[in-house]
């Protein structure tokens, strides 16, 4: 079965995450060999979330770094945005099946989702007890099927830890 891992970037205004997050750039070439791996800016979140509901027979994985991970508990909870009528409406519908979901960092806390129902198999979350960024990082994920690991790491610095990036490469194969 194939494995396809949505890694979804962060970063203040979404499109700066192709500069902020080089770390969990990185982190991509460790999983060629696991999965199907495409790079994602949080803003496009309804996109991610149209993908993942047409791979619904493939082994989904998404792993979300800061507003990426915030991100990616709406993706869980099946919020999309959808223009219409020159205005954007914000929808809920089909929550998608997805087997792993491993956040790092998330943020900011106000944006994140509680992760409830069945959709979700798994959900690691790196929470950072310490992200030293005047209000940025330091979200934590909610819901039955979340492992929090407690991380005391500079934010802007998780993405670029090896230890994490060992540990979310082994999550993975395990699927």
Do not use: F
Not at 53 to 62: A, C, F, P, S, T
Request: glycine share 12%; hydrophobic share 35%.
């Amino acid at each position: 079965m194939v494995k396809r891992i949505y890694n979804i970037l962060g970063g203040m205004q979404s499109y700066d995450g192709l500069l902020t997050s080089a770390g969990m750039k990185q982190l991509n070439g460790m999983l060629e060999d696991v999965g199907t791996v495409t790079t994602h800016l949080w803003h496009t979140y309804s996109d991610i979330y149209l993908n993942i509901l047409d791979h619904q027979k493939d082994k989904i994985v998404i792993i979300g770094y800061s507003g990426g991970g915030a991100h990616a508990t709406w993706i869980a909870n099946g919020y999309r945005e959808v223009w219409r009528d020159g205005g954007i409406r914000t929808m809920r519908t089909t929550k998608p099946r997805i087997d792993l979901m491993i956040l790092y960092d998330p943020s900011p806390q106000s944006g994140m989702m509680d992760l409830k129902g069945t959709n979700v198999k798994r959900c690691i979350c790196y929470h950072n007890e310490s992200p030293m960024m005047l209000g940025i990082g330091g979200g934590k994920a909610t819901g039955p099927m979340v492992e929090v690991v407690p991380i005391r790491i500079q934010h802007l610095l998780v993405q670029y830890s090896q230890e994490l990036h060992n540990r979310t490469v082994e999550e993975i194969k395990k699927l």
